[in-house]
């Protein structure tokens, strides 16, 4: 979809690719299809842990396959993605909100179904999934300068390098972080991953450290990052409704944020920046 | 687009016409062009009143054909409103927030630029451009059984009844309007135009009488129109962000409301609503 008043604001011709229109309301369910089509036949659980919409694309692809899913979510979850993650008939496992308790609650239900982690960033299998998204940007706009997207996990970063690469002998991709949450950011500059951080910030998405299997693609290709200031995030998010009628998530917002700061460097390019989902907890963000 | 958690709920497809999307985010820009397309060249000024989209619509034109537009908005009006029109072009008049006060600064710029006002549904012009919408409409689902629109001034609901009645030899026609704005309702049920009611409705969009025109095509064949009760307006606008992930404003989800009281009635049936427009001041609303 063609945003003509922030391509008006950038001197620029800035398109969004809507992953919110997914059936699960995010991205997710990409890099999840992919690798829940790769398990062995028979499979008797898909489980999985996390706090949003990795859950549900977990939750989904169970009842698409017929297979029950088991997903562990942190007690402190957007209500709306816990509710989304039942209504697709997955079984919820609400934990304590540490990484910890989220490990050892989803490697005890592997255990107990013989079952395989499905993960939600740090696996090839996703990686690849999430690089259907850029692969269909470029689809539609083989002549694309720039494809952006947040920076999370590194799964949705690391499968559109992976696509521009592949598809277009022009696109570059940058990713953004918030300032609060910027191991990706860093590990970069340094060369080295960073394993533990404290996030900050309201882009719930993105308060996770990069994994190592996207981490090696992003520095391998040499990935600009961009920051956004945390003041920025939800004014930015309100003013992408507006511009584009449609409900995008906080996390969302991160990439129009950041790249807003280095306005200058867009004129005169095509652009087309991935908003990665709209489960927004209305009454919780107001 | 189709709705899936709509469908399920009332057991039956249920689409929505995305109006939001138009490039003055509401369906009004259709009667404006077609209004301001048969004025005769030469045209100094296109004048209109209007507390909002139709104020809109009018700007746009203006500025598309190059000439100045000059629209009177009721001070009282939703702020994002009020900037969208200075944003493409017009002189905005703001005037007392009563229809008198409206309909004497419209009439006294009328005469300054030897224009005509530009009404903003009582018109056959208007009706005829509204109708493209349900046109648009049968052109994607020939075999519509219901197309619901919400009713304010009638320009829209008698352009959609004229076109279901002209392209479709079943689709059926029903209006929404909310409870506590139910002229329309009562007016048919009188077979006799109500002219003057005090509307006391969150649904900024549909505070207004049906205009001659639009009543004599509701009246004529024989439209039924349900009522939303207002504590649900509300629910159902959220409910239909979420659904859909794209804004929708208040008035928008008075046909949802209103079906929602009668599911029984859709089961088994092929539906389109018209979702007239996502002009969200999300920062007056919470």
Partial sequence: MKLNALSERWDAEVYIKCEQFQPIGAFKIRGASNFALQLPEGSKALVTHSSGNHAQAVAYMGQRLGIPAHVVMP????????????????????????FESRVSAAAALAEEFNAVIIPPFDHEW??????????????DLPE????????????????????????????KVIGAEPAN?????EGLEKGERITSFTPNTVADGLRTTVGEVPFEVLKDHEVEVLLAEEEDIL???????????????????????????HKERWKGKQIAII????????DQLF
Same sequence: chains 1, 2.
């Fill in 181 to 185: 949450a910027a191991d990706g950011y």
């Fill in 75 to 98: 007690s402190n979850s957007n209500k709306k993605k816990i509710q989304n993650a039942k209504k697709w008939g997955a079984t919820v496992h609400l934990c304590e909100p540490t």
């Fill in 144 to 171: 694309v300068d720039i494809i952006a997207a947040p920076l999370g996990g590194g799964g949705l970063l690391a499968g559109t390098t992976l696509a521009a690469h592949h598809f277009s002998s022009k696109a």
């Fill in 235 to 261: 004014p930015w998010m309100k003013l992408i409704w507006d511009y584009s009628k449609t409900l995008i998530e906080p996390s969302c917002a991160v990439p129009f944020a950041a790249m807003d700061r």
């Fill in 275 to 282: 908003v990665t989902g709209g489960n927004v907890d209305i």
């Fill in 126 to 139: 996703i990686v690849e999934g999430q690089a259907t998204c850029a692969m269909e940007i470029l689809y």
